[in-house]
């Protein structure tokens, strides 16, 4: 009874497996080079198990990060570059290509997320961004960022416009201007203020500058006016560094 | 002269007669030689499946500075940017317990019960290193790696909030490509006043996961 209960198992576990695999529909190349390694990983640095010949086909699975995973029939399944993948053709004769990020790439692709930590006026600032890319040169952006001081903390929820004027370059600096609110909250040991909403203002200057792949750094200095409802109103200066993804 | 004349009519003649087989001879075969018809084909989403995004959950020890060693439960999401690095956000729980000042002096109460719920949020950057594999038995070999990840975020805390950095590494050990067992240290600093002084703490955390590939 046991072997053939865990038979059945093993057939469920199976069937689970092909109904997960099957899901995607299956590409089949085959193989127009030398040769092509075959990895035990999506890595550089995993092992090479297998070498795929000329005329060999394998079924591309899915891929991740550079990487594309492949079922062979004689070397079972592994991970190949996905460069590698302009060495081989498809059943109607075609290469086929992954749309790889490129720096140039980033002037189509439409949305970026970003998270960057900063000085906002001697308060430690942690924020995170998406952004909308309308034209190469102007993108929207949401904002939000915590801000914890040593007298009080602070939430600001923003809307801004960056205006990038040469957009190509590998460092491309750019101007920002936006406004929301900030939500102020003083700490309650040193003195009883009371939580406060204002809405702000704020301009900034700063430059992408590309890393690799998707992958951008960005730094940023802004001035930003919250608008109180007191006779003056705070100003405060602070600058980011943050990392910036875009897909 | 005369007969420069009449070859060059003769030619003109000629090319105008026959032209269509002339120049398919020239070009056709001469034209694939030289620009192969190979077509691209762009692979989508629709036609192969994409794995960037990782979602799991955690499970372990959380030992608060001054407040003793405390069960933490958490959330992540990760982002895969490249083959080495990764965005990592957490969010996790845990509860303070009594320092030994409380507990000592029997009466003193430093916190109230809804000021010792601990929490914190972490954006991070990830780098993977040191990949490999791990064998069982004779037959079967599962991935590995190590990853070093640096980040800062907020810890609520006594019902403050507290800008805290955090440094860790972990151990990645993945069962399925799209399934991985997580190892991971983690150490969140910040400054507090909390018992009368201003006092960096570094609350290390000892946690394993469970991470899904999607």
Same mark, same amino acid.
């Given at each position: ?13 199976? *069937?689970?497996?092909?109904?997960? /695999? /099957? ?11 030398? +040769? ?9 640095? +995993?092992?090479?198990? +297998? ?78 961004? *998406?952004? +909308? ?41 750019? *101007? ?50 919250? *608008? ?20 | ?5 009449? %070859? ?6 000629? &090319? ?6 002339? &120049? ?7 034209? %694939? #030689? ?22 799991? #959950? ?14 933490? &439960? ?27 000042? @409380? =507990? ?25 290193? =040191? ?9 079967? &070999? ?5 990853? =070093? ?29 799209? =399934? ?5 240290? %983690?150490?969140?600093? $910040?400054?507090? @006043?909390?018992?009368? #002084? ?8 000892? %946690?394993?996961?469970?991470? #899904?590939? $999607?």
């Amino acid at each position: 009874m046991a072997p053939t209960l865990k038979r059945a198992w093993w057939c469920g576990c199976l *069937l689970l497996l092909i109904g997960w /695999s /099957s899901a995607a529909s299956a590409l089949t190349v085959t193989v127009d080079a030398a +040769y092509i390694e075959l990895h035990a990983g999506p890595g550089r640095g +995993y092992p090479v198990f +297998y070498a795929l010949e000329r005329g060999e086909q394998a079924e591309l699975l899915k891929h991740r990060t550079g990487w594309v995973k492949v079922d062979t029939r004689r070397g079972g399944q592994g991970w190949i570059r996905a460069a590698d993948l302009a060495h081989t053709l498809t059943a109607e004769g075609q290469t086929p290509v992954l749309p790889s990020a490129r720096r140039d790439d980033y002037l189509n692709r439409r949305w970026e997320f970003g998270a960057a930590i900063g000085d906002f006026a001697g308060a430690d600032a942690l924020g995170v961004s *998406l952004g +909308y890319r309308m034209t190469p040169h102007l993108a929207a952006e949401l904002r939000v960022s915590q801000n914890t001081g040593a007298f009080s903390d602070s939430q600001l929820y923003g809307l801004r416009l960056l205006h990038q004027p040469f957009p190509a370059w590998r460092v491309s600096p750019y *101007l920002a201007v936006g406004g929301g609110e900030a939500r102020i909250r003083p700490h309650g040991i040193l003195v009883q203020g009371e939580d406060r909403q204002n809405n702000y203002l704020e301009a900034g200057l700063g430059a992408y500058v590309y890393l690799s792949q998707r992958f951008f750094m960005r730094a940023e200095y802004r001035n930003q006016v919250i *608008l109180t409802r007191r006779d003056s109103n705070e100003e405060v200066n602070e600058w980011v560094l943050g990392f910036n993804v875009f897909f | 002269m005369g007969s420069r004349v009449q %070859r060059l009519f003769l030619a003109l003649l000629l &090319a105008l007669a026959f032209p269509l087989p002339l &120049a398919a001879q020239a070009q056709d075969p001469l034209g %694939r #030689v030289i620009t192969p018809d190979l077509e691209r084909r762009e692979l989508t989403e629709a036609n192969l499946d994409e794995e960037r995004f990782e979602l799991g #959950v955690y499970y372990g020890l959380l030992s608060i500075e001054d407040f003793g060693s405390n069960p933490v &439960a958490g959330v992540m999401l990760a982002y895969h940017i490249t083959e080495d690095f990764f965005f990592e956000a957490n969010y996790a729980q845990s509860k303070a317990q009594e320092t030994s000042y @409380e =507990l000592l002096s029997g009466a003193v109460e430093l916190l109230t019960e809804d000021e010792r719920d601990y929490r914190y949020y972490s954006l991070a950057l990830g780098y993977k290193l =040191l990949p490999g594999q791990m064998y069982l038995g004779d037959r079967r &070999a599962l991935n590995t790696h190590v990853y =070093l990840i640096a980040g800062a975020g907020n810890t609520q805390f006594a019902e403050q909030t507290y800008f805290t950095y955090t440094l860790g590494a972990g151990f990645r050990l993945y069962a399925l490509d799209w =399934l991985a067992l997580d190892l991971g240290m %983690r150490g969140h600093s $910040f400054r507090h @006043e909390l018992l009368g #002084v201003s006092k960096t703490a570094n609350n290390l955390e000892a %946690r394993v996961g469970l991470n #899904v590939f $999607f």
